[in-house]
């Protein structure tokens, strides 16, 4: 799971877009005001007996600490701009602006999992991309995505039951191997799920990471026709998996790298997956067969990476909820539960002191 932004859309807007979503959540499910997965939804309002956005985030700072200014999970990131250019392809499956052919600004932002702002990198944490496009009228697309190819929990509350069982044990620095078999004993699912991501090990850095979306949602084309769509970011850079020499030498050799690295622009291509009606569309830690057809639908550029700071990444929440007419949510549950927690974490830290990334993108530049 990744993190409203100052400055969007226009007023009106981003509004729009949100209720859009929600709509078209309760049409799906129910997901607008039944309870899935451990949370109750009706509009933010959940019921005080259920794992709210507030005691989801709480488990987050009693998990890692409280770290004021900054994101309750995905805590440790750089930003970056670029742009989006589409090649029109998209048109087919979406009537969504995104998929016309045009170029797009673009802000994004990298990270690690995990609540600490400060931690060492470490190449088997989970590499998260968000990305804001915007587009024509003062529509955005928001996704967050990571570089593994599932979800390990089906659920919210599996999410954060999981969290709990692998926290670290103060004395020892390491989680309570009875608790985390007991949790993995109890979900089959994310033992499997598990089994996936282990055989697609790390690349060697974020510059050349595939990075997905996980969840399906629906795309709707000008006849009306919606299918259900995952899609991923593949890079042009060559993907390896030997490990850079800055290991060794800095805590923060994945971030250096990608500052390092874009002194060139970065590009991926932006990949969507077209799922059949049996493919599940509600259980993230499911993958899809691998003979789906899939297009290229353009190429993201990053241009600069940057330490966060007002106005760039550090103020936009990746609400996978926020969406061009044409994309809608289906029927997963963790997607309201997102939206909701990104919510909550970004209202926590909008009224902290901010305090400076641990990576000085300037200073890696001029080493």
């Known amino acids: ?109 990298f990270s690690l999992s995990g609540g600490l702002p400060c931690a060492p990198d470490n190449a088997s944490v989970v590499r998260g991309l968000g990305l804001q496009i915007d587009l024509p009228h003062g529509e955005q697309w928001r996704t967050a995505m990571v570089n593994i190819p599932v979800f390990l929990d ?89 490990k850079p020499p800055q290991e060794q030498s800095s805590e923060d050799y994945l971030f250096e790298n990608l500052v390092r690295a874009s002194s060139a622009p970065l590009q991926w291509h932006l990949i969507l997956t077209l799922g059949q009606p049996e493919d599940p569309t509600n259980d993230a830690t499911k993958p899809w067969p691998d003979d789906r057809r899939t297009i290229d639908v353009g190429t993201v550029t990053i241009n600069s990476v940057r330490a966060e700071a007002p106005g760039n990444a550090r103020d936009i929440n990746f609400d996978p909820l926020v969406l061009p007419d044409g994309i809608t949510p289906l029927d997963d549950p963790l997607l309201a539960a997102r939206s909701s ?15 400076p990334s641990k990576i000085d993108a300037e200073a890696v530049r001029r080493a």
């Not at 282990?198 to 997905?212: A, D, K, L, M, V």
């Not at 927690?341 to 305090?355: D, G, I, L, P």
């Open 341 to 355: 927690v990104y919510a909550q974490s970004f209202a926590r830290r909008s009224r902290e002191t901010h305090h």
């Open 154 to 242: 089906s659920t919210p509350q599996n999410f954060i039951d999981r969290l709990v069982a692998s926290q670290a044990d103060p004395e020892t620095g390491k989680p309570d191997q009875k608790k985390v078999k007991a949790y993995l004993e109890d979900h089959p699912e994310t033992v499997a799920a598990m089994k996936i991501v282990h055989q697609h090990p790390p690349t060697s850095g974020f510059e050349n990471s595939t990075y997905r979306g996980l969840n399906a949602f629906g795309f709707t084309n000008e006849d009306g026709q919606t299918v259900p769509v995952r899609w991923m970011l593949v890079p042009e850079e060559p993907e390896g998996s030997e």
């Open 1 to 109: 799971m990744n993190e409203d932004t100052p400055p969007a859309p226009p007023p009106s807007r981003e509004p729009v877009s949100r209720r859009r979503a929600l709509i078209g959540l309760s049409a799906v499910g129910g997901i607008g005001a039944a309870t899935i997965g451990g949370f109750g939804f009706a509009r933010g309002a959940l019921t005080p007996e259920k794992l709210t956005p507030a005691r989801f985030a709480d488990r987050f700072e009693h998990v890692f600490g409280r770290h004021e200014g900054f994101r309750r999970n995905h805590a440790k990131g750089l930003s970056a701009t670029g742009y989006f250019t589409s090649n029109g392809a998209g048109t087919v499956v979406s009537t969504a602006s995104v998929f016309r052919s045009g170029t797009y600004p673009v802000t994004g932002r």
